[in-house]
């Protein structure tokens, strides 16, 4: 892919972005393949019945059972919606959802994910956004009434999708079961794996979400480096606690259980404790989540006075990682590789880790090498990255204006640097970099020290508007017990640590929690509205 102007390619209906030469390539290296998720799954189903590919509450779901269930909701599909049509679910991780995810696979439309914690507004702009002709729901999801609310969403649209209720009172809505019942087409389509697979929408936290769109090649890839560089095995089990309806949590459910072999045991909602105690008793091999995911395992495992043997790998990313959190997690299980990574849902896993074990220096303080993808970096120490698992483009190919450079590599707005040759570090977002006095600061450098202080637990720093300094560093922090750090503590703590002066924040604010969003990622940009009017300290 070439930059903002790349060659397009229409697939099925959809505009791509399209880049002959890559794509040969990737075919070559059997990156990219000529098959199908929904095809690999068939042939599954039909080899080994009884393989288990998901486990729920602790009942399995055997390949067999989930290809029925999602052949049968295809033919439904197709016989309601045209070809190529948007099917939306917002579910939490329930079977259910890799159900959906299938069928719209096996009936040549386009699965979209939607974060289940997600309100009338935004669900008003990504249905509407996407055309989606289907939206998958709870009932009720944590006590929200997720039925009342689609009613007011669908019926404020000009052309709603079909709404279906997965475990609950329908309402006016259509049940599940009922539509798993209903006529379905006589034959399902061959669909072309180059084209969009899944609509999965960034955020939104800086901005108006973005439809990013990947094919069934572009996850194969992602899948196929996985399996080279995180000791996957066959039999080896995933516990999937962060959303599915994130890039991580899908790949890990949707996608892994069949073309890897592995098992994904799903978990509703994360919980340490409980959590700890299903990797016990399921013996799972592999987790990966941001930061709160790691912390909450490590301290979960203390209180239950396990180093977990099973788990081989931790993959630790989605969110600022501390690399004091890396060597600690690493010196208390028992055999798991502990490790940073860095990705987006635009280019998925750009860096791969350190998943060697005497290796935590790099495994802690990098965020490892780049795998498939090709990285570098601009002049102003952006970080770029295209790869043959990196997206296709944006749903609206007006959001790509400025996007890729020349070459087509993807401008991910995160700020980086080489260490060691060819490990990487993101140093912070190019929009985070505070500048105060025109010397900048990067926060994430020193989150990644304060965390280390006794009376921290959590600390976010950002930019305030600042009439003498331009901008002000100010450290949001979420204290252990009872203590309340002060500007003049950490002036302290820092400077002893080698900090220059410029870079300590003038400005400590006491919260009880951080706003974050499910993927464990500190919303700064609310911090900032929030803490904008705030007076400059005297002391600063």
Known sequence: MTGADSPRRVIAGRSVRWDEERARDAYAR?????????????????????????????????????????????????????????????????????????????????????????????????????????????????????????????????????VVVVRGDSGPHTAYETLLAAPGADALPAPDPDEVRMIMYTSGTTGRPKGVMHSYNSLHALIRQLGEHWLIE????????????????????????ILLGTTAVLMEQWQPDAGVALMEREGITHFAGATPFLQGTLEAARRAGTRLPHLKVFICGGASVPPSLIREAAAHFERAAVTRVYGS?????????????????HAAETDGKPGIAEVKLGPDGEVLARGPQMLLGYHNPADEAGAFDEAGFYRTGDQGRWVDGDYLVITGRI??????????????????LLVEHPAIAEVAIVGLPDPRTGERACAVIVPRGDAHPTVAELYDFLVAKGVAKFKIPEQVEIRSSLPKNDAGKVLKQRLREELAGTPRPPQA
């Open 30 to 162: 059997g990156l990219w393949v000529r098959d199908t998720l929904g095809a690999a799954l068939a042939r599954l189903a039909a080899a080994e019945p009884e393989r288990v590919l998901l486990v729920e509450e602790g009942q399995p779901i055997a390949a067999a059972e989930l290809w029925t269930r999602a052949e049968r909701l295809a033919r439904v599909l197709a016989a309601r919606y045209p070809r190529g049509s948007v099917i939306s679910f917002m579910l939490p991780n329930w079977r259910e959802a890799a159900e959906v995810y299938h069928a719209a696979g096996l009936a040549g439309m386009v699965a979209q994910p939607i974060l289940p914690s997600l309100r009338s507004r935004e669900l008003r702009f990504l249905l509407a956004d996407s055309a989606s002709r289907a939206v998958f729901i709870p009932e009720r999801f944590r006590n929200h009434p997720c039925s009342e609310m689609l009613a007011e969403v669908v019926a404020a649209l000009s052309d709603p999708p079909e």
């Open 234 to 257: 066959p039999g080896d089990r995933f516990l999937v606690a962060s959303p599915i309806s994130h890039i991580g949590g899908s790949i890990y459910a949707f996608e892994m259980p």
């Open 345 to 361: 849902t635009e280019v998925p896993v750009t860096t791969v880790g350190v998943l060697d074990r005497e290796d935590v220096q």
């Open 431 to 448: 929009k985070d970099i505070i500048i105060r006095h025109g010397e900048n600061i990067a926060p994430k450098e020193i989150e990644d």
